[in-house]
């Protein structure tokens, strides 16, 4: 990426991933060491109260951190935050996107969201980044 021509309004390409697998969440739980059961065991989130399993929030801000390491190295990213707003469904289908909100200084500030294909925001975030 060249930081050229970067302003506001700059949209990052989206990050379009396949829908949400039972195999996925217990892969992260595996690499991540986060084995709380709600995740990968069904009668766990029933006797929650949930209809099924969810993703880990946390796999949701690393597809984040996946598109923003698309778009730039990683030691050009300065912060990085996030908030979790809605659960993240097994075989829901996340896409990460980012704007560019603001140019000030030779940092880029980004607004970022994962976003189901229902319309579901679960996670939205911001990241500044260096343009220098």
């Excluded at 700059?10 to 739980?29: D, G, H, K, M």
């Excluded at 766990?44 to 996946?66: C, E, K, N, Q, T």
């Excluded at 935050?81 to 996107?97: K, L």
């Excluded at 000030?104 to 969201?113: F, M, P, Q, R, Y």
């Amino acid at each position: 990426m060249t930081t050229a021509g970067i302003q506001v309004g700059t949209e990052l390409p989206p990050l379009r991933l396949p829908p949400v697998s039972r195999a996925t969440l217990a892969l992260f739980a595996g690499a991540s060491g986060d084995h709380n059961p709600i995740h990968i065991d069904l009668d766990v989130a029933r006797s929650a109260g949930l209809d099924d399993v969810f993703a880990h929030g946390m796999l949701s801000m690393a597809y984040l951190g996946r598109l923003l390491t698309n778009w730039v190295p990683q030691d050009r990213i300065r912060s990085y935050r996030v908030r979790f707003t809605a659960i993240t469904p097994v075989h829901g289908t996340p896409t990460c996107t980012g704007r560019v909100v603001a140019v000030a200084d030779g940092l880029a500030t980004v607004e970022l969201a994962v976003t189901l294909a229902d319309g579901t925001t679960t996670l939205t975030g911001e990241a500044v980044i260096d343009l220098t």
